[in-house]
């Protein structure tokens, strides 16, 4: 069996932890970890070759791609989108020219290997933005096309580096005498919260879910930044990697967009923190909303839809809400910091 080499950006990040583990599963596979601050213990030996360093830094991106030649690029690296209000033009850097940089590498290594190489993105429920509360409860099931007028500098970068996968992989250089050799396979999904038993998020808006989780294993008190009745798409880290192994490896003729929503629950602020009182009865929660951040939450919808996903590549979430928290994350959480 011939090695495949992935390259994986944010490798340190809550996905790349969950991706990382499930690569080196699968077997036959180097990967390429990259990140802005060293690898965890926990991941490094499951990595080929580590490399510490900035996505903004295109010369050492260009001799990554000088010394390897990349089959898939996961690129996960970005700053969430709590953190891009606090800091906008650095978001916008990082998660627009960062990603820029990427997808040259990309295009590059399609022509000098003179095949399609697979870019996938995690993109964000963030890329919505419902006007007010009335709409969001009115608007369901929200569909890829809809409401993409995002209120936030992550929801915009994200929007956009979705926009500049599809020039990338339709229209790149179109002007050309000669067609290009190669092309980047640009696929994304855009992510609803993620919540994990094994690692928290840093400086995300859905950040409330794991962090109340978090709290309660570890007898912390917890307030929560956000009101109980808030609402908004959540899924396990598990059925997040799965949606990235099965958009990978679905045959390209099968997909009929790039971009695809997935869902799994959807439940209320509220009904998390029930659900964590079942088994951390001691646990005590808040709720003292932060006006700023909930306003981010309320322009994010209530639920996607996420048909086209199911139907062009099978996606299927494995944890309904209840399985997630009895099956996965309060058995996980507990033993994670029972050590
Ligand atoms: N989890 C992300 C955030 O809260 C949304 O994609 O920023």
Request: neutral net charge; glycine residues 6%.
């Amino acid at each position: 069996m011939s090695v495949r080499t992935i390259f994986i950006t944010g490798a340190n990040g809550e996905i790349g932890h969950g991706l990382i583990h499930y690569l080196a599963e699968e077997g036959g596979i180097h990967i390429i970890a990259m990140d802005l601050v060293p690898l965890d213990k926990s991941i490094r030996a499951k990595c080929h070759r580590i490399v510490t360093g900035d996505i903004l830094d295109s010369h050492l991106l260009e001799s990554l791609s000088t010394e390897h030649d990349f089959d898939t690029i996961y690129h996960l690296a970005a700053l969430l989108s709590t953190r891009a209000e606090r800091q906008p033009d650095l978001a916008h850097r990082v998660n627009v020219d960062g990603t820029l940089n990427l997808l040259e590498i990309a295009i590059t290594q399609s022509r000098l290997q003179g095949r399609e190489i697979k870019f996938i993105y995690p993109s964000s429920i963030a890329v919505y933005g419902l006007p007010d509360i009335q709409k969001k409860i009115t608007a369901g099931k929200v569909k890829e096309t809809e409401w993409l007028h995002p209120r936030t500098m992550y929801g915009i970068n994200k929007l956009y580096v979705e926009l500049l996968g599809g020039y990338y992989s339709s229209y790149y250089r179109q002007l050309d005498a000669e067609p290009l050799k190669g092309r980047v396979d640009f696929r994304s999904v855009r992510f609803p919260g993620i919540i994990s038993a094994v690692t928290l998020p840093n400086g995300g808006t859905s950040d409330f879910a794991p962090e109340m989780l978090h709290f309660a294993a570890q007898n912390k008190k917890y307030n929560c930044f956000v009101r109980k009745d808030v609402r908004i798409p959540f899924m396990t880290m598990p059925d997040a990697i799965d949606a990235l192994r099965l958009l990978q490896k679905a045959p390209r003729e099968k997909l009929t967009r790039q971009v695809y929503n997935v869902g799994s629950f959807n439940p209320s602020a509220e009904d998390v923190k029930n659900l964590i009182l079942k088994s951390f009865p001691q646990a005590e929660i808040s709720f003292i909303p932060d006006p700023k951040r909930q306003a981010i939450l309320d322009s994010w919808p209530a639920d996607v839809d996420d048909s086209a996903a199911r139907l062009d590549w099978g996606w299927k979430p494995n944890y309904s809400l209840e399985d997630a928290f009895s099956q996965y994350l309060i058995p996980a959480v507990k033993q994670r910091y029972a050590k």
